[in-house]
T-cell receptor, first 115, second 112 residues
């Protein structure tokens, strides 16, 4: 099992460019999440998907869109990148069926720099 | 509004001693708490959790204590080992919900 995979690992964008971060999990989990990690801010939830076909905003959704392509894949799109979106992005999944405290499994992250 | 707070950005502990990492929360609806460990250039990995109906949970060298009245939890690592050097995140969730709210993290350094 690969667990949660993310591509790319690194990306440099210019302000205004667009890109899509890809995430896939092979654990048959229903729920998937996108976080960003910034110094001194911890992990902040951008969007999540409780099941295939559903998505909901998290704490910091502005400037992002998501697609739950199927049960395995959850992508994050930046339509017009801004320097404030420079961050490390983590995808995660969980399979607790809505049970509180279900552990989330994280991918290795994508380090994005917007110039 | 930071609902989960880790007020110590960093902590250094001698190898073999006890490491104590602290976490405070403000939302009384939180009923499940988790600790994650993160090494550089890797994603966080689950370490240990505790339900609000308990006040202690132990797993090997790791013990989490929950004080609901104080809205405070702590992670104890005994004995501390060099491989424990990492950033530790506290996280919390509310009933019927798998979403987690994370703290800002504490960087633990174990000194050989």
């Amino acid at each position: 099992n690969a667990g949660v995979t993310q591509t790319p690992k690194f990306q440099v964008l210019k302000t205004g460019q667009s890109m899509t971060l890809q995430c896939a999990q092979d654990m048959n989990h229903n729920s998937m999440y996108w976080y960003r990690q910034d110094p001194g801010m911890g992990l902040r939830l951008i969007y999540y998907s409780a099941s295939e076909g559903t998505t909901d905003k998290g704490e910091v959704p502005n400037g992002y869109n998501v697609s739950r392509l199927n049960k395995r894949e959850f992508s994050l799109r930046l339509e017009s990148a801004a320097p404030s979106q420079t961050s490390v992005y983590f995808c995660a999944s969980s399979g607790g069926g809505g049970r509180p405290g279900s552990r989330q499994f994280f991918g290795p992250g994508t380090r994005l720099t917007v110039l | 509004d930071q609902q989960v707070k880790q007020n110590s950005p960093s902590l250094s502990v001698q190898e073999g001693r006890i490491s104590i990492l602290n976490c405070d929360y403000t939302n009384s609806m939180f009923d499940y708490f988790l600790w994650y460990k993160k090494y550089p250039a890797e994603g966080p990995t689950f370490l240990i959790s505790i339900s609000s109906i308990k006040d202690k949970n132990e797993d090997g060298r790791f013990t989490v204590f929950l004080n609901k009245s104080a809205k405070h939890l702590s992670l104890h690592i005994v004995p501390s080992q060099p491989g424990d050097s990492a950033v530790y995140f506290c996280a919390a969730s509310t009933g019927g919900n798998e979403k987690l709210t994370f703290g800002t993290g504490t960087r633990l350094t174990i000194i050989p």
